[in-house]
């Protein structure tokens, strides 16, 4: 067989590997890697590493895009729009406070999840073998 190429019963055995969704994706939220749940997924804030140092498993395969930017103004959106209003309504703040404490909270809880979802977002695309990450692991 030549250099660089994979064995079908090899291949075969890695694609009938089953890869739970639900772990992977808890992982990837706590910012691991998807396959082992040990060495680091980022480099940087959002920067996803080219590889697991622990397992090795190749993570450059990832599209995550612009997919955890939207799911993060979907989720902040939902939570902050009732909030206001419900804050709004109870105390009657000045407008310019109002703005102020949830433009804070806003900002910080889109840093927060950000980072987050993008690394769910990876660990579904691992799980479901999208973008590459169906070959050998």
Known sequence: MPDGQIPQDSLREDLLEDRPIGPAMLRGWRRRCPCCGSGPLLR????????CP?????????RADDG???LTILIVGHLMAPIILWAFVKWRPD??????????GTV???LYLLPRL?????AVQWAKRMHGFGGRS
Request: proline share 5%; aromatic share 8%.
């Open 44 to 51: 940087g804030y959002l920067k996803v590493r080219e590889s």
């Open 54 to 62: 622990v397992c090795g498993e190749a993570l450059h395969h990832q």
């Open 118 to 122: 993008k690394g769910a977002l990876v």
């Open 95 to 104: 407008p310019l406070i109002l703005a102020s404490v949830f433009s804070v």
């Open 108 to 110: 910080a809880l889109s």
């Open 68 to 70: 955890p930017a939207y």
